[in-house]
């Protein structure tokens, strides 16, 4: 009994791993494959991605690491609900300050024009990831295998429905960076 409960973690994680893996590509396919898309090129927009979002994964590597560790531990519900509303607040401000700091040699680095509009929903992606790193940690430590499954298909099920409307509608790099978000909001 023991060894299949920990045979359909495996099978649940794994099919966690699998759906990060389809949210890693998920911005590239809309703006590769949409049909009314006419924004910024993939290139240009991997590169401001990148400059702007990936120190902010490195943080929610780090935050997961360190939360995991102590979640093993103890997890209580209101240490847990604090812990994630620090993280929030935090990141936003490192958000606002580390992107009004790349806006400020947007002509130095090269990187492609966007509305205020679009730096605003970045900052929100950023929080988000980063948050996910403290729920990723409490569900590695201890969630079951039927709850995982469940919430892998309610986000398989949420991803087909934003890549079909993005497919279909997606036509400005703000509603791309809004379906990503809210994809990794799911």
Same mark, same amino acid.
């Given at each position: 009994k023991s060894y299949q409960s920990e045979a359909e973690i495996f099978v649940a994680f794994a099919i966690s791993l699998l759906i990060m893996s389809i949210l890693g590509i998920f911005d590239r396919l809309i703006l590769d494959h949409s049909l009314n898309y006419s924004g910024i090129s993939f290139e240009d927009y991997f590169y401001l991605m990148t400059l702007v979002v990936f120190p902010f994964n490195l943080l929610g590597s780090y935050i997961g690491y360190v939360a995991a560790r102590h979640f093993r531990e103890k997890l209580i519900l209101n240490h847990f609900l604090t812990l994630t509303l620090q993280t929030i607040i935090g990141t936003f401000i490192a958000a606002?300050?580390?992107?009004?700091?790349?806006?400020?040699?947007?002509?130095?680095?090269? %990187?492609?024009?966007?509305?205020?509009?679009?730096?605003? %929903?970045?900052?929100?992606?950023?929080?988000?990831?980063?948050?996910?790193?403290?729920?990723?940690?409490?569900t590695a430590v201890k969630a079951k295998a039927k709850a995982l499954f469940l919430a892998n298909g309610a986000?398989?099920?949420?991803?087909?429905?934003?890549?079909i409307y993005c497919y279909y509608y997606a036509t400005s790099i703000e509603q791309v960076i809004m379906a990503f978000t809210l994809a990794w909001l799911s």
């Open positions: 606002i300050i580390w992107i009004n700091l790349l806006e400020y040699f947007t002509i130095w680095l090269d %990187l492609p024009s966007v509305s205020k509009f679009s730096w605003a %929903l970045i900052a929100i992606l950023i929080v988000i990831k980063t948050a996910y790193a403290l729920l990723s940690a409490a986000t398989t099920m949420i991803l087909i429905l934003i890549g």
